[in-house]
């Protein structure tokens, strides 16, 4: 995440419970979501 997400402790609960289970229910084979 970029912007005024970057420093945000919440970035990464916003990843992990909003991307990464979206990514996981709708693109097969997609195990886990991680921040680069």
Same mark, same amino acid.
């Given at each position: 995440l970029?912007? #005024?997400? #970057?420093g945000?402790?919440?970035?990464?609960?916003?990843?992990?419970?909003?991307? @990464?289970?979206?990514?996981?229910? @709708? /693109?097969?084979? /997609?195990?886990? /979501?991680?921040? #680069?």
């Amino acid at each position: 995440l970029k912007g #005024a997400c #970057a420093g945000c402790p919440m970035s990464q609960m916003t990843l992990k419970n909003g991307i @990464e289970r979206l990514m996981k229910k @709708e /693109v097969p084979g /997609v195990k886990s /979501v991680q921040s #680069a």
